[in-house]
């Protein structure tokens, strides 16, 4: 099975000289009234060489079905998204992938919400046949001498944090998962911050505090957060 990158958004930063591409790869199939290109796995002719075995797990998977998606790679399974962020020089070569990291540090962490939609009554593992946690936005920013870069998981409701210094071995410092701060089902609908969408950092140098910050603004919740960012890389509510 391969994924389709479709990143949602593109942030770029300068090493030695050299610019780089970050993109938050979402996934988004064109599905509506009168077009779709989407079909479950199960309900479609499979390329030669997958089980019967591999057939039935990944039945309710969501693939492409696009001409043009099918003719170039006849022997691959499409989904949509890459479920990563990635970096890639400025000619497009890829140098870094996240893979799977995200959707496993999801699930070691907050397990119940492994690959759960945004809304308040998610339930686990309701998103895996369509694009995961699905990485919507990212923002870099300097941070002491270190380049940082903030992915945000819409359906998964999380923050990410990873150093990018080193474009090509970049390392995770921190999750924050914006369901954290409710403790009970009566707090869910006043607390938790749901569907990070759009961000925004804030340099020490132009900050209010002398700090450097990070804006978030949660779709589903409507709510706006802002974190302190430590020089560990650690992000502290405000």
Same mark, same amino acid.
């Given at each position: 099975?391969?994924?389709?990158?479709?990143?949602?958004?593109?942030?770029?930063?300068?090493?030695?000289?050299?610019?780089?591409?970050?993109?938050?790869?979402?996934?988004?199939?064109?599905?509506? #009234?009168?077009?779709?290109?989407? /079909?479950?796995?199960? /309900?479609?002719?499979?390329?030669?060489?997958?089980?019967?075995?591999?057939?039935? #797990?990944?039945?309710?998977?969501?693939?492409?079905?696009?001409?043009?998606?099918?003719?170039?790679?006849?022997?691959?399974?499409?989904?949509?998204?890459?479920?990563?962020?990635?970096?890639?020089?400025?000619?497009?070569?890829?140098?870094?992938?996240s893979g799977d990291r995200l959707e496993r540090e999801v699930a070691r962490r907050w397990p119940a919400h492994f690959n759960s939609s945004n809304d308040r009554n998610a339930e686990m593992d309701?998103?895996?046949?369509?694009?995961?946690?699905?990485?919507?936005?990212?923002?870099?920013?300097?941070?002491?001498?270190?380049?940082?870069?903030?992915?945000?998981?819409?359906?998964?409701?999380?923050?990410?944090?990873?150093?990018?210094?080193?474009? #090509?071995?970049?390392?995770?410092?921190?999750?924050?998962?914006?369901?954290?701060?409710?403790?009970? /089902?009566?707090?869910?609908?006043?607390?938790?911050?749901?569907?990070?969408?759009?961000?925004?950092?804030?340099?020490?140098? #132009?900050?209010?505090?002398?700090?450097?910050?990070?804006?978030?603004?949660?779709?589903?919740?409507?709510?706006?957060?802002?974190?302190?960012?430590?020089?560990?890389?650690?992000?502290?509510?405000?």
């Amino acid at each position: 099975m391969w994924g389709l990158y479709q990143p949602d958004a593109i942030a770029t930063m300068q090493v030695d000289g050299e610019i780089y591409l970050l993109t938050a790869d979402e996934g988004d199939p064109r599905d509506c #009234r009168g077009h779709s290109e989407v /079909k479950k796995a199960g /309900k479609t002719k499979l390329p030669n060489g997958i089980s019967e075995q591999d057939q039935k #797990r990944l039945a309710r998977l969501e693939i492409s079905v696009s001409e043009v998606d099918r003719a170039r790679y006849p022997d691959r399974l499409l989904s949509f998204g890459g479920r990563s962020f990635s970096i890639r020089s400025a000619d497009g070569t890829l140098v870094f992938d996240s893979g799977d990291r995200l959707e496993r540090e999801v699930a070691r962490r907050w397990p119940a919400h492994f690959n759960s939609s945004n809304d308040r009554n998610a339930e686990m593992d309701d998103r895996s046949h369509k694009r995961g946690p699905e990485p919507e936005g990212i923002t870099v920013g300097q941070v002491g001498d270190r380049t940082l870069a903030f992915i945000a998981l819409e359906r998964a409701s999380v923050i990410a944090v990873y150093d990018v210094t080193d474009p #090509r071995q970049p390392a995770l410092l921190d999750m924050v998962s914006g369901r954290e701060s409710s403790q009970s /089902k009566s707090d869910v609908q006043n607390k938790q911050d749901l569907g990070p969408e759009t961000m925004a950092f804030i340099p020490a140098s #132009r900050s209010p505090t002398g700090k450097p910050l990070l804006l978030v603004a949660f779709e589903v919740s409507g709510t706006t957060r802002l974190f302190e960012v430590r020089a560990v890389g650690q992000l502290a509510a405000s």
